[in-house]
């Protein structure tokens, strides 16, 4: 009852890359930083286990950013050739590489950090990638001429890794698309069916991870316009509960999601999220706990996964951990209450 699982990213260690920052440079290079990338995904599963986290991540260590760390094997995209755009309906710009030429994949993506994760931890193993509409709007196009085009061809991309994930031992492959959180009716019109493309064959559970963002300014900023009630979940969990993605990860703690819209989610497992990655102030067991009763008015208990609102990379380490170690022992408080 009431597993815990993170969204997917954790700090680095300080000796790998400056915390509490996004895109932060490695600080190694070469046969020193593939090593040291695997020694932090150790961490990150040994901080995880000891917080009671059931359904763990490889922290997502090795890769620098969640959409660039997948795009760095992509053949087909000019990283040399970077233009700023406006991202997630212009709420910040970003300098974005551009595609060029047909998108395939150079070889396996996360095979060596999935593996050792696998090899270390006899728990369950949830592996994200980006989802197919974030990543085209975190790039920009000079080849395919057409958004949705290029999406189905990410997708394509992501159903050859995600299955490859499956073969490593992977339990749950993860689509993270704040962007579902944005643009709601492509949501309908495509992104579910590019999903769908992305998980075509896949013999492990699928997810997919829709929030409001990382805890940094521009999020902070733009949520404070989306009014009381925060209701983009409104128009994409129903066409999300027809779909055969089999869970979703959602933002809940402090938000202004009405919590009566999990009801929408019919016959999905549901990742709660319980911890706030956009406060330094730390849940108690018994917030976390509390929002998980909040849940269970709406979904079955069985289906309750006890999860963060977001990724946890750009925070301070210190705070990160209590944050996770607050997240075991809420979802062990709310067994007690409610199991
Ligand atoms: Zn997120």
Request: charged share 25%; glycine share 8%.
């Amino acid at each position: 009852m009431f597993p815990t699982t993170i969204a997917g990213s954790l700090p680095k260690p300080l000796w790998l890359a400056e915390p509490n920052r996004l895109w932060a440079p490695w600080k190694l290079a070469g046969a020193e930083l593939a090593e040291s990338k695997l020694d932090a995904t150790l961490l990150a599963i040994k901080r995880q286990e000891d917080a009671g986290i059931d359904i763990v991540t490889d922290g997502e260590q090795s890769r620098q950013h969640f959409v660039h760390g997948f795009l760095e094997f992509v053949d087909g995209i000019d990283f040399a050739r970077k233009v700023e755009i406006g991202i997630r309906k212009n709420r910040y710009k970003a300098m974005v590489p551009t595609v060029t030429s047909p998108l395939r994949l150079k070889g396996r993506v996360h095979a060596a950090e999935a593996r050792h994760a696998r090899a270390h931890s006899a728990r369950k193993l949830k592996f994200t990638l980006p989802g197919p509409m974030t990543i085209i709007d975190t790039i920009a196009d000079n080849y395919y001429g057409d958004r949705v085009k290029m999406a189905f061809a990410f997708a394509r991309l992501l159903n050859e890794e995600a299955r490859g994930l499956a073969a490593d031992g992977v339990n749950v492959v993860q689509f993270d698309e704040p962007a579902f959180n944005v643009y709601m009716d492509e949501v309908r019109d495509w992104g579910i069916d590019a999903l769908h493309t992305a998980i075509e064959g896949l013999t492990c559970a699928s997810a997919v991870h829709i929030c409001y963002g990382y805890g940094i300014k521009a999020n902070v900023d733009w949520k404070a316009t989306l009014g009381g009630e925060w209701r983009q979940y409104e128009q994409t969990f129903p066409a999300l509960a027809a779909s055969r993605i089999d869970e979703v990860s959602l933002e809940c703690c402090n938000s202004k999601v009405p919590m009566d819209l999990l009801g929408l989610l019919a016959g999905k497992a549901v990742q709660i999220g319980a911890i706030d990655v956009a406060t330094e102030a730390i849940e108690t067991p018994d917030e976390v706990a509390s929002v998980v009763a909040q849940a269970m008015k709406h979904i079955p208990k069985d289906r309750i996964v006890v999860s963060t609102n977001c990724g946890m990379a750009p925070m301070r380490p210190e705070v990160a951990w209590r944050k996770l170690a607050a997240l075991g022992q809420g979802a062990a408080l709310a067994r007690q209450r409610y199991g």
